[in-house]
């Protein structure tokens, strides 16, 4: 089977034949994981290249070469759907009981002291996060507004961290105990967030794997939809093809980049117009990375970085330059950012303080 490259670290992105910038082109190997032609293959530049030579092509021009490698058609079309499941949902009167005591939630209050006061309670109803004594649920409600299940998580409200006491656990499951859900009971899980899909069709879609890190993404940089897995080997192909036709941007966790580059990679190969992003994996220590530091680190850390892209470009070599000015090309792209906006997403974002 032909298929573009999965990513196994900058050795496996190459220059691109059409606009010449490094690393950026990603190109078609067969069963064999050996190369087709230098050119047959897709510029991860797609807002200012946009290159993509297929194997078809090249077979077309040169019809010699198609016996060199072995080529199984995709089994995979953009007309593909995958046969879910069944699964069970929660009736509503277990998500509206939850819709109280906030001063109670640990995250709540947490987000309250760090972020805009009316912004964090926007987003506390549009996520529909709620309390159950002093834990914070994170529902889970599909496209349909079926709730799939709840996870809940004891939060620090002074740092914002998980309560190491208090293990994280699921609303369904205790369901069960209590005898208030039936044991044949089938969970089938969704993205968190994923409800918010429907409201805004035309939005691109990023995804990241903590709860928490969606909803205070959500409020520093709300030109996207932003959904968690809730954990990172929760992300697969087969989820997001829930996506389709949709634009998808991927924001691994810092021990987490090569796994959900494959990701990228394989749902690409189906149709899906998913990326993932590099934004840790290059700017994030060896110690950030191995301790799994994810976006929110990342965006909570930036309160002030009001000259930042200046500073730390004039500051960089020259490759270092070339990947700040790439990610602030792909953030202008893919959300709509402005340009100052996008410099400020790519050298070190800015979240407003209250």
Known sequence: MLQLEKYKGRQTRHNCPACGQRQVFVRYVDERGEYLADDVGRCNRESNCGFHRTPKEQFAEHPTEHAQHVFIPRSFSRATTFKAKPFDSLPVVHLERTLVNYECNGLVEFLLT????????????RYLIGTDGERCVFWQIDQQGRIRTGKLIAYNPTTGKRRKEANASWLHSELKKRGALPESFELGQCFFG??????????PIAIVEAEKTAVIASLILPEFVWLASGGKTQLNAQRLNVMRNR???????????ER?????????A??????CSDLIELQGTSDEKAEGFDLADYLLASIEPRNAFAQLFIEADEETRYAIEERAAIMEFEAGLSRSEAEMMAAKPKCNAP
């Open 260 to 268: 959900w580059q494959a990701v990228a990679d394989e749902a690409t």
């Open 270 to 275: 189906q149709g899906l117009d998913v990326r």
């Open 247 to 257: 634009r998808v941007l991927l924001f691994p966790d810092g021990d987490a980049f």
């Open 194 to 203: 994923e409800h918010l899909l429907k409201a805004e069709p035309t939005a």
């Open 114 to 125: 760090r972020l805009d006061p009316s912004a964090v309670n926007q987003a506390v109803t």
